[in-house]
């Protein structure tokens, strides 16, 4: 009996001895971007990953190779570096505009079915090619290889850029009737920044939007607390920081099929030139304009949408949530001619803290 | 000593006797008194020279002529004893005791009396293991007597029983039973009797000898009755409902059954506010699970799971464990062992030595081994914690418990990180929920669940909301007062 | 070898009884186990956003299986090995019985299997079967040869470690779309009888009270606690169910396997991220309830058919929980095993318990 369990012993030890992942044994994938490649049906991926410099230092790497498949420029890449790949904590994926275009499935699947990949990573698109937004020598911002994901996380929470990350980017990719976007990134003076959004058919890229649309794409897009916009006229002008914004839709199936994308804006006027804003007719004329100004907007960007056979509202979906029997397939044959209407309703509800 | 008179042995080994009446027939001095028919026997050491000179011997030479029965009567003492024709044994165990014994050189009539010398014996002192700010500053010192004094001061009431019996066939050593007649449960008291009188051991030098020999699970790591030092802390749980006892030659009292929340709880949690006392409760919970887990999640962490930390906490991590040679859980271990060290010199040395090994100790080997890279700072951090938050337990038994804890956690941790941290975490609770304490359920409070006696585990309410003595106990007098009542608003006496 | 032992009621030592309320845990602990993880998935293939509907139901129907249990064996005293031989007589009870403890074992046996699979894919890939069925067996019988205290008291630590695992879904659920549980009532009743038959494997569970009902203290009043019990469970069923229907759109959920963990991926703390691994790992808790409960009450109708120490049984008992897992090597396997028995289950719930409450309803009571 003592022999029997001191073997077991042995054998659970030895079989206990799952794979590891020490910390410091591994290379930590931090940003993984892909190209085109010149070669045929090749695509070239890079990585950055930090490497330990002394104590307390740490300067960001980068490392490219090239494959036919996400997976085989994974291990070509695995096949340049000391330490095992580990792409757990891998916190933004970029893909430049050329690859975009013609597809990114195949190559996020790789990432979608590896466990060890989040859920709350950022996808972004990039006009100029990946690794040269990666290489972008910026070791003081980019030294613990969060700037990407701290880049677009701190403009989707304070500033215009709508939620998007790696699972809404699937979930509308698996939608009937919603179709991703994912951010617009380009180099600029050594650095990056966000130019606007990408817009996709499927997992195809097919257009972009650009930053002026962005707020008016937000408050279509979802509920928001946080955001600010220019607006101007010959008289004046001057920037509404929004403090509320909620959408709802009004669906009209008599006589034909009509929805009415309903928007309240509360917001409080940060700046404004020419004009006295503490008078209530004038704050009512502001408003007014406001108003006019979204609707065009709205308008605009539907009609873009509808040109592009693309809805990354989801106005679909909403239809569907409100239709019986939904047919998916006559909505989205039907999409681009379906009468649209945005209507934006704003209350300005301060004006700064000084008259 | 009026005490010791009610003393009865419940057991004795007639083989050990023999060999008892053999051996200290010879140790007894027989003299003869003046020029007078009577002789004595003592033991030199065991009794009062002088006061037998003065009381004793003058009396009997005043007296020579009486009987010994007679002479038994007159005798101006109070602790006297007169047996007609004793057996040997008896003679040796009075004798033992520190009586002398007198007969006349024709009779077989004896009288014993009482002349034991006080011993010079430990005053009482401050509590050490137990100390507190607030609050009673007595603590038992090695007289039985002397103990059972410090309780009953505390308890003057008629229902307060006090049994002895001796334990151990050589040592002899007495060991006093309480309990309060009217509230302890009666099963739990027999309990306890049957237990010790069971005990059939050569030697019993301490009361942790007894605890370890009655307790309900002997393969156990965990205790599962608490000793104090504190007269007060056991006249308290005599009160809740508890049985107790106090053991010849040990400064501490040993008390049950108890459940594993009490083990968290000091005794001056109720000298404070309850607010306190409650917070320092729950601070001491989280410092065990702290001190417990702490390390083995740091390894299995590191070792399996770097998605876990957060992007903030990233860098600092990896810095720290770069350039340390060894795997995390060898690093971890290094590390325990290096402080567990530290504390087992530092308990060994003289106090003074011994915080100074701690300190230098702590500071130096720490600092070296994370220079050295050996260690990882955060690494350094957490166990240290951990160290410090294992001490925080009020029970010595229980601290050390979970120092121990930890190791095989540690070691678990690297087999499949969080997974078999969970299965041992689940191990131990399977344990726990085994284990009782006088045939009463360890776990109590926590399970089976007895709400109204979480007033007392791990917060400790006003006393007014503690009305009932806990369900643990299944006391006979559940009530605790009786005397609160609201007042309404505006309502005056 | 008595094989008349079933013939009387079971005496159980009233230490050995367990508090009436605590019933409570014990059939939360049976009912949910690792199908909470995907549950959500197998339904929402057939009604997808109704799918909280079927939830409902089940949770309806179990209460009136329950309360048939209850008034079954309320009436006739004593567990189901008892009810089987005053119903059936000796010869016809034995292989119903038997069959009873071969489904207990085998609930367990695939509940190991399931979990084990979610270990594999997610945590270590290559972490081979039987260590970890060595290591949950292990644990299992050392819980089970603690006595049934102790198993009740694993499913009370079960419910207060896991309980706070259903505030996770709050992620899902801010992240989550609204639109997607409308509109409702948008499918055949076809349906809604397949997504039903399908929802009752994560509803099993509460057959186990016919073997532990005798330890009951109070068996009339723990009625109360064993409904409010499997409220509980489908209030946990109907949370996750309704995260999960929000959180991903309807196709996206269907190329899951195991949806819970994937909203876990959101949830982000300061001290924490990526909860799916702590998730996991915490599973092990419901998964060992689970295990606990399927050997005790195997174990326990061994004990009362066979008349064999219940610590005996529980040796082949465990082996073979140990050693089956290890057979079942794919995924397609381990779904088989689990449609098989939900299958079964669902004929159970649905068929056998109303068969017994009206053969019980015709027979006159026993006099306890």
Redesign the interface.
């Known amino acids: 009996m003592k022999k029997f369990l001191s073997l077991l012993v042995c054998l659970l030890l030895t079989a206990c001895n799952t794979e590891k992942e020490v910390l410091d044994d591994i290379t930590m994938v931090r940003s993984f971007g892909f190209d085109k490649y010149p070669k045929k049906n090749h695509i070239n991926g890079t990585i950055i990953y930090p490497i330990y410099i002394d104590e307390q230092t740490f300067k960001m790497r980068d490392l490219s190779a090239a494959g036919e498949t996400a997976k085989e420029v994974r291990a070509e890449l695995n096949e340049m570096v000391s330490k095992p790949l580990f792409v757990g904590k891998l916190n933004t994926v970029l893909f430049s505009q050329e690859i975009a275009k013609e597809g990114i499935m195949e190559t996020l699947d790789m990432l979608q079915r590896d466990p060890g990949v989040g859920r709350a990573i950022y996808l972004a698109i990039t006009k100029e090619s990946t690794k040269e937004i990666l290489t972008i020598d910026n070791n003081l911002a980019n030294h613990d290889g969060n700037f990407y994901s701290s880049l677009i996380k701190q403009n989707e929470n304070y500033s215009n850029l709508p939620h998007l990350n790696f699972h809404t980017f699937l979930y509308a990719y698996f939608s009937d009737c919603m179709d991703p976007i994912l951010p617009y990134l380009s180099h600029r003076n050594n650095s990056v920044k966000i130019k606007g959004l990408a817009l996709f058919k499927k997992d195809k890229m097919v257009g972009t939007l650009g930053e002026e649309d962005l707020l008016a794409f937000k408050t279509l897009y979802q509920n928001l607390n946080e955001g600010s916009y220019q607006f101007s006229s010959q008289k004046y002008k001057g920037n509404l920081e929004i403090l509320k914004s909620r959408i709802h839709y009004t669906i009209l199936a008599k006589p034909h099929h009509r929805v009415i994308l309903n928007v309240n804006v509360k917001g409080r006027l940060t700046e404004y030139t020419k004009v006295n804003a503490g008078k209530p007719n004038v704050i009512k004329g502001i408003e007014r304009n406001i108003e006019k100004e979204l609707n065009r907007e709205g308008y605009k960007l539907i009609g873009k949408f509808q040109k592009l056979n693309i809805d990354p509202i989801g106005i679909g979906e909403h239809v569907r949530s409100r239709t019986r029997a939904f047919d998916h397939k006559g909505w989205n044959k039907n999409y681009s001619g379906l009468d649209i209407k945005v209507k934006y309703q704003v209350k300005i509800t301060e004006s700064g803290i000084s008259q | 000593m009026r005490f010791f008179n009610t003393g009865k042995s419940i057991k004795s080994n007639p083989l050990a006797q023999e060999n008892e009446n053999k051996a200290l027939d010879q140790n007894i001095l027989w003299q003869e008194i003046g020029m007078s028919d009577w002789i004595s026997g003592f033991i030199e050491s065991l009794i009062d020279q002088e006061r037998f000179n003065k009381e004793v011997l003058c009396f009997i030479q005043k007296n020579q002529s009486l009987k010994c029965k007679e002479l038994y009567e007159q005798l101006p003492f109070s602790n006297k004893h007169y047996k007609k024709d004793p057996d040997k044994q008896t003679i040796n165990s009075m004798v033992l005791q520190g009586c002398v014994a007198l007969k006349k050189r024709s009779s077989k009539e004896m009288i014993f009396v009482h002349v034991e010398k006080a011993p010079n014996l430990r005053p009482i002192s401050v509590p050490e293991v137990e100390f507190s700010v607030i609050g009673p500053k007595e603590a038992f010192n090695e007289n039985l007597e002397t103990n059972l004094v410090l309780i009953q001061k505390r308890l003057p009431t008629s229902a307060l029983q006090i049994e002895f019996i001796e334990i151990g066939q050589r040592t002899k050593t007495k060991v006093a039973i309480l309990y309060l007649k009217d509230i302890a449960n009666e099963t739990n008291v027999k309990t306890l009797k049957e237990r010790l009188a069971g005990i059939d051991y050569d030697h019993i030098l301490d009361s942790s000898y007894l605890i370890q020999m009655i307790e309900d699970n002997k393969m156990s790591l965990f205790p599962q009755l608490i000793d104090s030092e504190r007269p007060d802390r056991i006249a308290a749980s005599l009160i809740e409902g508890k049985v107790a006892f106090l053991t010849q030659g040990s400064p501490h009292g040993v008390y049950g059954p108890v459940s594993i929340v009490e083990f968290f709880a000091a005794f001056d949690d109720y000298f404070v506010t309850w607010h306190i006392s409650s917070l320092f409760r729950i601070m001491r919970m989280f410092a065990v699970l702290f001190s417990i887990f702490a390390t083995p999640l740091y390894v299995s962490v590191i070792t399996y799971h770097p998605e876990l930390i957060p992007d903030d906490l990233l860098s600092t991590l990896t810095t720290s464990r770069t350039d340390i040679p060894f795997p995390p859980v060898l690093e971890a271990l290094f590390l325990e062992l290096t402080i567990e060290l530290l504390r087992e010199a530092g308990a060994r040395l003289p106090t003074k030595v011994g915080q100074t090994i701690g300190i230098v100790g702590g500071i130096v080997i720490g600092t070296a081994s994370v220079q050295a890279g050996l260690t990882s700072n955060v690494l350094l951090i957490i166990v240290a914690l951990s160290a410090l938050a294992s001490f925080t337990t009020p029970v010595y038994r229980m601290s050390n418990a979970i120092r121990i804890v930890r190791f095989p956690m540690i070691i678990l941790s690297q087999f499949w990180g969080l997974l078999s941290m969970t299965l041992g975490l689940m191990f131990i609770i399977t344990h726990l929920l085994g284990l009782t304490s006088l045939n009463r359920p360890y776990l109590a409070p926590i399970y089976p669940p007895r709400l109204s006696d979480w007033k007392d585990s791990f917060v400790r309410l006003p006393f007014y909301v503690q009305k009932n003595r806990p369900d643990q106990l299944k006391v006979q007098e559940k009530k605790k007062i009786s005397w609160w009542k609201k007042r309404d608003i505006d309502e005056f006496e | 070898m008595n094989l008349n032992k079933s013939k009387s009621p079971p005496f159980v030592h009233k230490n050995a009884r367990?508090?009436h309320?605590?019933v409570y845990f014990l059939i939360v602990g049976s009912q949910i186990g690792v199908g909470v993880l995907g549950f959500v998935r197998y339904i929402a293939k057939y009604v997808r956003q109704d799918s909280w509907i079927i939830v409902i139901l089940g949770g309806l129907s179990i209460h009136i299986i329950l309360w048939m249990m209850f008034k079954i064996l309320n009436k006739h005293g004593g567990d189901l090995f008892n009810i089987h031989h005053q119903f059936f007589g000796k010869w016809l009870s034995l292989p119903l019985s038997s069959l009873f403890i071969f489904y207990y074992l085998v609930t367990g046996i695939v509940i190991l299997r399931t979990y084990i699979e979610a270990?594999q894919?997610?945590?270590?890939?290559?972490?081979?079967i039987?260590?970890?069925s060595?290591?949950?067996v292990a644990?299992t019988y050392?819980?089970v040869g603690?006595?049934f205290?102790?198993v009740t008291?694993?499913a009370?630590?079960c419910f207060v470690l896991t309980i706070w695992m259903t505030f996770t879904h709050y992620f899902p659920i801010r992240?989550g779309?609204f639109?997607?549980?409308?509109?409702v009532l948008?499918f055949g009743l076809k349906d809604y009888f397949q997504a039903f038959k399908v929802m009752v494997l994560s509803f099993l569970g509460i057959e186990y009270l016919f073997a532990y009902y005798p330890y009951l203290e109070n068996p009339k009043k723990a009625q109360k606690w064993a409904h409010i019990g499997a409220a509980t469970t489908t209030g946990i069923y109907m949370l996750t169910t309704l995260s999960t229907l929000m959180y991903?759109?309807?196709?996206?959920l269907q190329?899951l396997t195991w949806p819970t963990l994937?909203e876990w991926?959101?949830v982000?703390?300061?001290?924490?991220?990526?909860f799916?691994?702590?998730g996991?790992?915490?599973f092990?808790?419901v998964v060992?309830i689970n295990l606990a409960i399927a050997l005790w009450t195997s174990s326990r109708g061994i004990n009362r058919i066979f008349d064999i120490k219940q610590r005996i049984a529980i040796i082949p008992l465990s082996i073979l929980l140990f050693a089956t897992p290890v057979f079942f090597t794919t995924r397609f396997k381990v779904d088989e095993l689990n449609n098989i028995i939900g299958k079964f289950g669902f004929y159970l719930l649905y068929a056998y318990i109303p068969l017994l409450f009206i053969i019980s309803l015709l027979k006159k009571g026993e006099k306890t």
């Open positions: 367990i508090a309320k605590l270990v894919n997610w945590m270590f890939p290559g972490i081979p039987w260590t970890l060595f290591f949950f644990l050392y819980i603690k006595g205290r102790v008291g694993i009370y630590f992240y779309h639109i997607n549980l409308l509109p948008d991903f759109s309807p196709k996206q190329g994937q991926k959101i982000t703390l300061p001290i924490l991220e990526r799916e691994y702590v996991i790992a915490f092990a808790i060992l």
